[in-house]
C-alpha cells in the first residue's frame, strides 16, 4: 500500500495568515493531485502536478512537486474563511490504464474570521 | 448538471444484513471508482472499473463486491455487513484517457453505520 503522509493534520489560523502543507512519501509517482473536500461533499480537484520542481499556482494558493516526485506542498497566502476545508493530496499511479488515486490522511484547515 | 449521484446518502444496517450502494454518472465517463474514507486514513479504494462489464480490485476490497452491468452505473455491495465497514463511501468517475492528468469527479458520498 502506498502511503502518503500529510502534515499538520489539522490547522486553525487566523484570517490573512499564511499557510502551509506538506504531503509526502516514500513512492515515486507520475504526477501528484491536490483536493478540497468541504463537509458533507465529495473532494473537488484543485490541481494536478506533473513534473519534478514544478511550481502551479491558483490565486492565493501554490502547488508545488519536489524534484524527486516523492513529496508536495501547498501554500495559502493570505487565508480567507472560504479556504476552510479538508485537503487531500493524491499520488496518481496508472494501473492497468486507470490513473488509480493513493490518497494522503488529509489536512483539516480552519480559517477564522 | 448532476454529474456523479450516489443513493442513498445515509444508511443504518445492523450487522450481517447485506444492501447495494448505486452510483450514477451523466458524464460518459469509461472509468469509475469505489472509496471509503475513514478519520485520520484518507480515502482507499475499494474497486475500480475501466468500462462497462469490467471490475477490478483496488486496496481494501475485502468483504464488498462491485457490478458494473451499464456504463453509466456501478454497484457496491455488502454481502453480510460487519461493524469495520462503518465509513463514508465515495463513488467517483473519469474519462478514459491514456494520461494520468484526468481528474476524477466524486459524488456526495454515502454515509454507511453498522451495528
Known amino acids: 500500500t502506498q502511503l502518503l503522509e500529510q502534515s499538520p493534520q489539522f490547522l486553525s489560523i487566523q484570517e490573512g495568515e499564511n499557510l502551509t502543507v506538506y504531503c509526502n512519501s516514500s513512492?515515486?509517482?507520475?504526477?501528484l493531485q491536490w483536493y478540497r473536500q468541504e463537509p458533507g461533499e465529495g473532494p473537488v480537484l484543485l490541481v494536478t502536478?506533473?513534473?519534478?520542481?514544478e511550481v502551479k499556482k491558483l490565486k492565493r494558493l501554490t502547488f508545488q512537486f519536489g524534484d524527486a516526485r516523492k513529496d508536495s506542498s501547498l501554500h495559502i497566502t493570505a487565508a480567507q474563511p472560504g479556504d476552510t476545508g479538508l485537503y487531500l493530496c493524491?499520488?496518481?499511479?496508472?494501473?492497468?490504464?486507470?490513473?488509480?488515486?493513493?490518497f494522503g490522511t488529509g489536512t483539516r484547515l480552519t480559517v477564522i474570521p | 448538471n448532476a454529474g456523479v449521484t450516489q443513493t442513498p446518502k445515509f444508511r443504518v444496517l445492523k450487522t450481517g444484513q447485506s444492501m447495494t450502494l448505486l452510483c450514477a454518472q451523466d458524464?460518459?465517463?469509461?472509468?469509475m471508482y469505489w472509496y471509503r474514507q475513514d478519520p485520520g486514513m484518507g480515502l482507499r479504494l475499494i474497486h475500480y472499473?475501466?468500462?462497462?462489464?469490467?471490475?477490478a480490485k483496488g486496496e481494501v476490497p475485502d468483504g464488498y463486491n462491485v457490478s458494473r452491468l451499464k456504463k453509466q452505473n456501478f454497484l457496491l455491495g455488502l454481502e453480510s455487513a460487519a461493524p469495520s465497514q462503518t465509513s463514508v463511501y465515495f463513488c467517483?468517475?473519469?474519462?478514459f484517457g491514456t494520461g494520468s492528468n484526468q481528474p476524477q469527479h466524486f459524488g456526495d458520498g454515502t454515509r454507511l453505520s453498522i451495528l
Open positions: 502536478v506533473v513534473t519534478g520542481g
Open positions: 513512492s515515486v509517482f507520475s504526477s
Open positions: 467517483a468517475s473519469s474519462y
Open positions: 472499473s475501466v468500462g462497462e462489464g469490467t471490475t
Open positions: 458524464m460518459n465517463h469509461e472509468y
Open positions: 493524491a499520488g496518481v499511479e496508472s494501473w492497468a490504464g486507470a490513473n488509480n488515486l493513493f
